[in-house]
C-alpha cells in the first residue's frame, strides 16, 4: 500500500510526476498534493503524471487526477495524464475518463 | 513551593484526571465526557470555569461542546471564529494564551464580560499535530496562571483531545453504520415483473463508505435501478450518498431518460457539493417493452446473463463521474430484455484487487454469472468473488431477473 512521486523538470520546465505504487483511498492524498502544488508553483507550465510504474489504481485515484485537470484548466496549465493501455491506464478507459484528462494550457508557452 | 514538589503535585493532579479518562466513562457521549473531564480541571486548577470548544468541519470556527461554570456558552451555541477572540487566538496560534485582565480589546465573547472573569487561560487540544479544539479555564478573581499552570493545562488537554477524538471516531463509525442501513434495506421492495436482491459490505480499510444501490417502481410503470459509488469513506461519504440517493430518485420522477436524470444530478453536486465525485449506472427498466436504457457515469459495466448464453458485459460506454466537470454530455443506451434474464450492478470493490488486472476480476464476474433467483445470484457472486477474504474497499452489488413476459 505505499506510493511515491518523485518529481522532474524536463522539456522546458514541465514538471514531471512519476508516481510508483499504489494509488487508493489511504495514498491518493499524496498524489493529489503534489499536483496541487505543482500546479501552484509559478515557473511550472504544465504537468505531466506518468503513471507506469503504477500498479493499482482506484476511484480515489481517478478523482485526484480529473480534480487536478480541473485545477490546470483554471491556472490555465498544460495537464497530462500519461497511464499505459495494460496498467493504470485500463481502468481510465472503463471509467471513461482518460480523454478527459488532457489540458493545453494557454500560458507562457 | 519548590519545583519538585510542583512537579510531583501535578503529578498527581494528572492521575486523578487520569481517573475519569478510563474505560469506566466508556460508555458517555462527547458532551458528559468532556463535562466529568472539566469539573476535574477545575478543581485541579483550583479555576472557577473550563471551558471546551472543539473545531468545526469546515476548520473556520470553534464551538462551544462543554463548559462548567460557564455553561451558557454551550446553551447558546456559541461559536468563535479561528483567529479572533481568545479561543480563536489559541487555535489559529497552536499555542498557549494568557489573559490576566479580561476586557473587551482581548475577547470577543460577551458571555466571559457579562460573567465577570477576570483572568483567563487557554491551551490548544491537539492530536497527530493538528489543532481540534481549544481548552480554556478562567477565574473570577484575578490571577496571574503561573508557567505550571500552563503546562499542567497543556498536558491536561492532550489528554482530553485522545480521549474526545477517540469517542468522536467510534460516533462517526457507528453513526456512518446507521446512515447505511436505513439508506441499504436487506431486502428490497417487492416490485411486479422483478425478483430483485442485494447486497452491501463494508471494506476492510476503508470501513462503510459511499457505495449504494437503489430499486424503485415509478408512475410510469418503468422501475429505475441504481448503483453508485461516492469516492471517500465514513460519515462524509456516507452522508453524500443519501443526499444523491434521494435526489435521483426526484430527478426520476421528472424524467424517464437516464442521461436526463444523471445529468440533473451532475448539475446539482456541481453546485452544491463541489468536491465530491461519484460514479453511477442509472438503468430504467421498462418491461411492457422489454427494455432497459441505461447511463453510466464512469462506473464499471454491469453484466447481463440471458438463458442459454454465456453471460457477458453491457457495453455502456462511460461518460465522466458526477462532480468531474460541469455540463459534461451524457447519453445513454438501450439494452433488450429478454425473459428471465438477469442483470447485475456492482462496484469496483468486488472485482478490484491489487493481486490481479482488473479483466481478470471482470473474467471472474462473467463466469459465475448465470441467470436465476436474485438472492441465490447474489450469494453466488460474493462466494465466487469475495470468498473468506475481506476486501479492502466497500461492495456493493444489486441483481435483477426479470419475471414477467411471455
Redesign the interface.
Known amino acids: 500500500m505505499d506510493l511515491t512521486v518523485s518529481t522532474e523538470r524536463r522539456d522546458g520546465g514541465i514538471l514531471y510526476l512519476i508516481v510508483t505504487g499504489?494509488v487508493?483511498?489511504?495514498t491518493a492524498g499524496v498524489l493529489q498534493r503534489e499536483i496541487v502544488s505543482g500546479l501552484d508553483a509559478q515557473d511550472v507550465p504544465g504537468i505531466v503524471v506518468d503513471l507506469t510504474e503504477v500498479?493499482?489504481l482506484?476511484?480515489?485515484g481517478?478523482?485526484v487526477l480529473?480534480?487536478g485537470?480541473?485545477s490546470a484548466e483554471e491556472k490555465a496549465k498544460s495537464y497530462l495524464v500519461d497511464a499505459p493501455r495494460?496498467g493504470a491506464g485500463?481502468?481510465l478507459d472503463?471509467?471513461?475518463?482518460r480523454e478527459?484528462l488532457a489540458y493545453q494550457g494557454t500560458g507562457e508557452r | 513551593m519548590s519545583t519538585g514538589q510542583n512537579a510531583s503535585d501535578s503529578s498527581e493532579k494528572l492521575r486523578r484526571l487520569q481517573a475519569v479518562t478510563d474505560a469506566a466513562l466508556s460508555h458517555l457521549d462527547v458532551e458528559d465526557l468532556l463535562v466529568e473531564l472539566l469539573d476535574r480541571v477545575r478543581e485541579i486548577l483550583d479555576v472557577d470555569t473550563a471551558t471546551v470548544l472543539l473545531l468545526d468541519p469546515s476548520g473556520q470556527q470553534l464551538v462551544a461542546t462543554a463548559a462548567r461554570g460557564l455553561e451558557e456558552e454551550v446553551r447558546q451555541g456559541v461559536r468563535i471564529p479561528v483567529g479572533s477572540g481568545f479561543a480563536g487566538r489559541v487555535a489559529a496560534g497552536g499555542q498557549p494564551v494568557r489573559i490576566e485582565h479580561v476586557d473587551p480589546t482581548n475577547v470577543i465573547n460577551p458571555i466571559l464580560l457579562d460573567k465577570g472573569i477576570a483572568s483567563m487561560l487557554g491551551v490548544p487540544m491537539i492530536v497527530a499535530g493538528r489543532v481540534i479544539g481549544v481548552l480554556h479555564v478562567g477565574t473570577l478573581a484575578p490571577r496571574r496562571f503561573s508557567d505550571d499552570d500552563t503546562d499542567l493545562l497543556q498536558r491536561v488537554a492532550g489528554r482530553i483531545s485522545l480521549a474526545t477524538q477517540a469517542r468522536l471516531a467510534s460516533i462517526d463509525r457507528a453513526t456512518t453504520v446507521a446512515l447505511q442501513r436505513s439508506l441499504l434495506p436487506g431486502r428490497l421492495g417487492a416490485i411486479e415483473g422483478i425478483d430483485a436482491a442485494a447486497r452491501y459490505v463494508p471494506g476492510a480499510e476503508v470501513g462503510v463508505g459511499g457505495d449504494w444501490y437503489d430499486l424503485f417502481a415509478l408512475p410510469s410503470g418503468h422501475i429505475g435501478a441504481v448503483i453508485g459509488d461516492v469516492a471517500g469513506n465514513g460519515l462524509n461519504a456516507a452522508v453524500i450518498m443519501g443526499r444523491m440517493r434521494s435526489a435521483l430518485r426526484a430527478y426520476a420522477l421528472e424524467s424517464s431518460d437516464p442521461a436526463d436524470v444523471l445529468t440533473r444530478l451532475d448539475r446539482k453536486i456541481q453546485l452544491f457539493e463541489p468536491d465530491a465525485m461519484a460514479t453511477v449506472i442509472y438503468a430504467v427498466l421498462d418491461p411492457a417493452r422489454k427494455q432497459a436504457t441505461l447511463s453510466s457515469a464512469g462506473h464499471l459495466p454491469p453484466a447481463l446473463a440471458e438463458p442459454g448464453r454465456p453471460a457477458r458485459l453491457l457495453d455502456v460506454p462511460a461518460d465522466l463521474p458526477l462532480g468531474a466537470y460541469p455540463d459534461t454530455r451524457r447519453h445513454a443506451v438501450e439494452v433488450p430484455l429478454t425473459r428471465d434474464s438477469l442483470m447485475f450492478f456492482y462496484t469496483d470493490g468486488l472485482i478490484e484487487r491489487r493481486t490481479r488486472p482488473i479483466d481478470q476480476g471482470f473474467e471472474l464476474l462473467v463466469s459465475a454469472l448465470t441467470p436465476g433467483p436474485a438472492e441465490r445470484v447474489c450469494a453466488t457472486i460474493m462466494s465466487a468473488l469475495i470468498g473468506d477474504q475481506t476486501t479492502n474497499d466497500d461492495v456493493a452489488i444489486l441483481a435483477l431477473q426479470t419475471t414477467t413476459g411471455s
Not at chain 1, 94 to 97: E, N, Y
Open positions: 499504489e487508493d483511498l489511504s500498479t493499482f482506484d476511484s480515489s481517478i478523482r480529473l480534480k485537470r480541473r495494460g485500463r481502468i472503463i471509467s471513461g475518463v478527459h
